[in-house]
């Protein structure tokens, strides 16, 4: 493709090191698709004749078939996917191949495949999140009066609904989405006609091929087009964050499952069993969501640190920028498609839940909010009152509920029967109505809401 100015070719090493081919292969529809509506708009503007145009679109198609049908074969003389294809059309249709990248650099063509492939791991990685909001829906639905502990420092805090923990997940996915929604609109403008760094001085029309691209307009700057991959790392960012998400998410998962928890068994399709212990389910699945989000991240790392030292405008090290892009869009895919099978079929354990509860004084708050509330005191007062009752508790071996309204008195003689009311873990629950509390009510209004919200999209 630049034999002319050189004597001999590259060396077996500088070949390899060179070619991109084996991973930029994946981006051989974006390459076709960029460089069908180049042509279009080349005889559209009348750079290129009719005939040539319609050679090139035919021949295009037929390479496009035959990487359907074939694969794209791994040829390192032709370093690339767009070489490779430019080859692939010139044994096709012979010299008018040649004409196709006239007013048109790799960088540009690179940059618009690039932008097009993230763009469509976008629209992908968001159907597969919608999915994981529905199972999230559908399982917080079924055990919105599900009591469970709330924990803070992994210590029994307060009664929540198992439906109410399961919503926060999905409030946390619905930012993951709305984070690579910025990303897109922010990444949809076209770069195609940057040529190699400074434009082209050919009669090029932008806005066509950036429409036909689906983009929203041509980039502003041809220097910016070719030498920034921000739109990378913004999708890998959001990517990273997504991950962080069903990390902890798989985190739970792990504990939940353990015996001493027991809260939640994973079903067979989503369980390992050991070599050697005979009883094992061990949640390997949950595991290496956990473990992904770290490679993610490391993904991410990876194509920041190629940029961050650059000059303007294209330099090769950002042929690099593939890889990791490809690699978290793999993984993140896995993730969300093993945790949203993990949710979907996951047997919950209300009963462990509840007891695990109920041994951590739960509604220790509630006792203290009743006695400022019903008998006046100051917070820090029945504070003081409830952190007694709790020790009385906990040297017999009982639960806040189970004792005798008279040794209540005989701690504050302000506590009268009522108290009994708030003492229960569905009682608390049921009290937290708050918006976005954790009330039965609220998780329901809450998940109706979330179906609504995804029966709009
Ligand atoms: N394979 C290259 C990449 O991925 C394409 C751009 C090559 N441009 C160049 N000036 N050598 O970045």
Redesign the pocket.
């Known amino acids: 493709m630049w034999g002319g100015r050189f004597a001999e070719g590259p060396s077996a090493v500088m070949r390899e090191i060179n070619a991109?081919i084996p991973f930029?292969k994946r981006m051989w529809q974006q390459d076709i698709a960029g460089s069908q509506a180049h042509a279009a708009m080349l005889a559209a503007q009348g750079i290129l004749t009719a005939e040539d145009a319609a050679a090139i679109r035919s021949g295009l198609d037929g390479v496009a078939e035959l990487y359907a049908r074939d694969g794209v074969a791994e040829d390192l003389a032709l370093?690339?996917i767009?070489m490779q294809t430019e080859a692939r059309l010139a044994e096709a249709i012979g010299p008018a191949a040649g004409r196709l990248h006239t007013a048109r650099?790799?960088?540009d063509q690179?940059a618009t495949d690039f932008r097009l492939w993230v763009r469509d791991a976008i629209d992908s990685v968001d159907a597969a999140l919608g999915q994981l909001q529905d199972a999230l829906i559908a399982r917080a639905d079924e055990h919105a009066d599900t009591v469970m502990p709330g924990f803070t420092h992994l210590q029994v805090a307060q009664p929540v609904t198992l439906g109410h923990h399961l919503m926060a997940y999905h409030a946390m996915v619905a930012r993951d989405r709305g984070r690579f929604a910025d990303a897109r609109a922010r990444l949809n403008r076209c770069p195609l006609g940057a040529a190699a760094l400074a434009g082209t001085g050919f009669p090029i029309d932008r806005e066509t091929t950036a429409r036909a691209l689906g983009f929203d307009g041509p980039t502003d700057n041809s220097l910016d087009s070719v030498s920034d991959r921000d739109f990378a790392i913004e999708y890998l960012t959001a990517a990273v964050q997504a991950s962080l998400h069903l990390s902890r998410m798989a985190e739970e998962f792990v504990l939940w499952a353990s015996q001493p928890f027991g809260f939640v068994s994973l079903s067979d399709a989503w369980s390992t069993g050991s070599s050697i212990m005979p009883q094992k389910r061990n949640p390997d699945a949950a595991e290496l969501v956990r473990g992904h989000s770290g490679r993610i991240l490391g993904c991410m790392t990876a194509l920041m640190v190629t940029m961050k030292g650059l000059p303007l405008a294209?330099s090769?090290d950002?042929?690099d920028d593939?890889p990791p892009v490809f690699e978290a869009t793999d993984l993140l895919a896995l993730s969300i498609a093993a945790m949203t099978g993990m949710v979907e079929s996951a047997t919950f354990r209300p009963a462990r839940m509840r007891a695990a509860l109920e041994a951590g004084f739960p509604t220790a708050t509630d006792l203290a909010d009743w006695l400022v509330r019903e008998a006046g005191l100051p917070f820090r007062e029945a504070h003081h009152v409830t952190g007694r009752t709790v020790k009385l508790a906990e040297e017999r071996g009982i639960a806040l509920d189970a004792l005798p309204l008279a040794d209540l008195q005989a701690i504050d003689p302000r506590i009268t029967e009522s108290v009994y009311d708030v003492l229960t873990v569905d009682a608390s629950v049921r009290s937290r109505t708050s918006f976005g509390g954790t009330a039965p009510d609220r998780v329901r209004a809450a998940v109706a809401a979330a179906r609504a919200a995804r029966a709009k999209e």
């Open positions: 991109s930029d370093e690339d767009h650099s790799r960088n690179v294209y090769k950002m042929q593939k």
